[in-house]
């Protein structure tokens, strides 16, 4: 008789009382591979800013990068090379870092919320509905009033918009229920990036269309200093509601029997969830694109050296993502100098063999599955 078939485990089964899986070896601590990580991020911000395709010496470029955080003065002759340091190339670096720590800790809260292994801040069609707006900024000039904020907030606009329209079709009398909200945020996903496409190839504009493809695979070339405090606002807390909820979080991931018994609401805390996911998705995808991979990686190489705890993963996951992204930025923009490669590719070009390896590694399973 043949033996019965076995079901792989969701995202966050199979913890025990703290959160975590059974492993093969002691997970590291996590406050100094925080320390260190936070370390390599500081000094992955400097890299960020001192590498680029134009001719500003380290030198130079730690000058004027101490001018802009001081208020210091420059001389006329020295305008160029700040504006390309403090203008151009630090907000950049600083908004890669927080759409890779948004990304990769809204990844963790999404794979809870869901409870899927393969779930990512762009499971829910966020992201796609975002790129409507987007195109129809880059396509045919809608918001031209709004002048340089027109294509944020199109984006975010019509991410909130998707987000209604997703949590419209998977509520039911049961609430939110994750396999609801895969079906449905899968299905909005395709119907919005078949409208996306169709808008490319409705545009007459060759450089419009590449721009907006440009922006579909990922990009921080728009990034200044006003992109990046709204970004920086929503990411910073959505990690503080997600470090309060961490003890929620372990409880939703022993199942919704296991969270009521321990005097959690499960509906509510999915209900919670979805609202910072698609808020902080929609504030990340507005001012860089879609960037993929990042969510759905991040989280799992995270729980490979913490165990699944979400305190330990919420603490470590959010600086691997910052320090991941201002590489990935670094990367897009000196391989083919000046030409600049978008940041999706990248991520996919990085993700792709990581995930293989992570499959094949012994000692790690996706949610405790085989």
Do not use: K
């Not at 509520?171 to 078949?194: D, E, N």
């Not at 190489?301 to 600086?319: E, K, N, Q, S, W």
């Amino acid at each position: 008789m043949a033996a019965p078939a076995r079901t792989a485990a969701p995202a966050s089964a199979a913890v025990g009382p703290d959160g975590d899986r059974p492993r093969t070896r002691s997970p590291l601590p996590t406050v100094p591979l925080a320390a260190g990580l936070a370390l390599v991020l500081l000094a992955s911000l400097v890299c960020g800013v001192g590498l680029g395709a134009s001719g500003v010496g380290w030198g130079e470029m730690l000058r004027h990068l101490g001018a802009g955080l001081s208020g210091g003065t420059i001389t006329s002759d020295e305008v160029s090379a700040y504006t390309i340091v403090w203008e151009l190339r630090f907000p950049r670096t600083l908004l890669a870092a927080v759409v890779g720590a948004g990304l990769s800790a809204i990844g963790v809260a999404v794979q809870a919320l869901v409870r899927n292994a393969l779930a990512d801040p762009f499971v829910l069609g966020i992201s796609s509905g975002a790129a409507v707006g987007a195109n129809a900024v880059l396509l045919f000039g809608s918001l031209a009033a709004l002048g340089v904020w027109a294509l944020s907030t199109a984006a975010f606009g019509s991410a909130l918009l998707a987000m209604v329209l997703v949590y419209a079709a998977a509520r039911s009398a049961h609430g939110l229920t994750p396999l609801r909200l895969v079906l449905t945020g899968s299905a909005m996903y395709y119907g919005f990036s078949a409208l996306s496409t169709l808008m490319v190839f409705a545009a007459d504009r060759g450089e419009a269309a590449r721009s907006a493809m440009m922006w579909l695979l990922g990009s921080l070339s728009g990034a200044g200093w006003g992109s990046l405090p709204v970004a920086a606002v929503a990411v910073a807390g959505a990690l503080l509601y997600l470090m309060l909820s961490a003890g929620r979080l372990n409880a939703l991931a022993m199942g919704d029997e296991s969270a009521a018994a321990l005097g959690v609401d499960p509906g509510r805390l999915r209900r919670e969830l979805f609202a910072v996911t698609a808020a902080v998705t929609g504030a990340v995808v507005a001012v860089s694109g879609a960037i993929g991979f990042v969510g759905l990686m991040v989280p799992h190489v995270t729980r490979m050296l913490v165990g699944a705890g979400h305190r330990r993963v919420l603490a470590v996951a959010p600086l691997l993502g910052a320090v991941l992204m201002v590489w990935v930025d670094i990367l897009s923009r000196v391989l083919l100098a000046p030409v600049e490669l978008p940041v999706g590719v990248i991520t996919a070009v990085l993700g792709v063999p990581a995930f293989v390896l992570l499959m094949r590694r012994r000692g790690y399973t996706f949610g405790g599955g085989a």
